[in-house]
């Protein structure tokens, strides 16, 4: 998932605010307790959430993919006073981690957990979004921006993770391999559609943004 050489990435962090001491506790926490950590956004990729949350100051977010919250902490680093961030994920075993956590960070009044399918939680969830980071299952990632384009408000922005797969974008791709599949078809989706301005942002496993025209 890191294509930059690690001298240059270790670089890269030191030169970038450091983690707070609960997203670097959180994210020891995930790297003991927790199975697949690459899943984590880490510090640099947090940083770069922080920071479009920080610039655009936004009042509702929607993260499609909770994991351990500390892509949450980040994005909520930015709310507005009144802001809300709704985070869903399907994995109840995480909740009271993630509530603790969220707990740490002062955050328990602005962010708020949905545990369940995304596909089926989303239109339930009647908001106009200033941001939405998607961070899920592959397969889904054309569905959920087909269920949250419109709620997205003009100015607003959509960052969806590992659009680039851990580089197989740019190889053959094997017939049975449905999440790659998946990410091609969600990249070609974002690419052609008119009412965004986008750009694939190498960072870490690949950033998509999509700001809405």
Same mark, same amino acid.
């Given at each position: ?9 270790t ?14 506790a959180l ?12 899943m984590l ?8 959430l ?10 509702r977010?929607?993260?499609?993919g909770?994991?351990?919250a500390?892509?949450?902490?980040c994005?909520?680093?930015? =709310?507005?006073? %009144?802001? &809300?961030l709704?985070s869903?994920?399907n994995?109840?075993? !995480?909740? +009271?981690? @993630?509530?603790?956590s969220?707990?740490e ?20 969830l ?10 899920a ?5 054309? =569905?959920?921006? %087909?269920l &949250?384009?419109?709620?997205l408000?003009?100015?607003?922005? !959509?960052? +969806?993770? @590992?659009v ?33 301005f ?8 690949? =950033? ?6």
């Amino acid at each position: 998932m890191d294509f930059l050489p690690l001298a240059i990435a270790t670089y890269a962090e030191a030169y970038s605010t450091p983690e707070s001491a609960v997203l670097h506790a959180l994210n020891r926490r995930t790297h003991l307790q927790v199975t697949k950590p690459r899943m984590l956004s880490g510090h640099l990729q947090g940083n770069v959430l922080a920071t479009f949350s920080l610039m655009m100051r936004p009042r509702r977010i929607l993260e499609i993919g909770t994991y351990t919250a500390y892509s949450a902490i980040c994005l909520a680093q930015g =709310l507005t006073e %009144d802001g &809300i961030l709704h985070s869903i994920d399907n994995n109840e075993e !995480l909740l +009271a981690m @993630n509530q603790a956590s969220i707990e740490e960070a002062k955050l328990g009044h602005k962010i708020q957990l949905h545990i369940g399918q995304a596909a089926n939680i989303i239109p339930t969830l009647v908001e106009s979004w200033d941001m939405v980071f998607i961070d899920a299952d592959k397969t889904n990632y054309s =569905l959920y921006f %087909d269920l &949250i384009i419109d709620k997205l408000r003009p100015g607003g922005l !959509l960052i +969806a993770d @590992n659009v680039l797969w851990s580089g197989k974008v740019t190889e053959p791709l094997a017939a049975s391999d449905k999440d790659t599949a998946a990410i091609l078809a969600f990249n070609e989706k974002v690419q052609t559609d008119s009412r965004v301005f986008n750009t694939l942002l190498p960072v870490r496993d690949g =950033l998509m943004l999509a700001y809405k025209l």
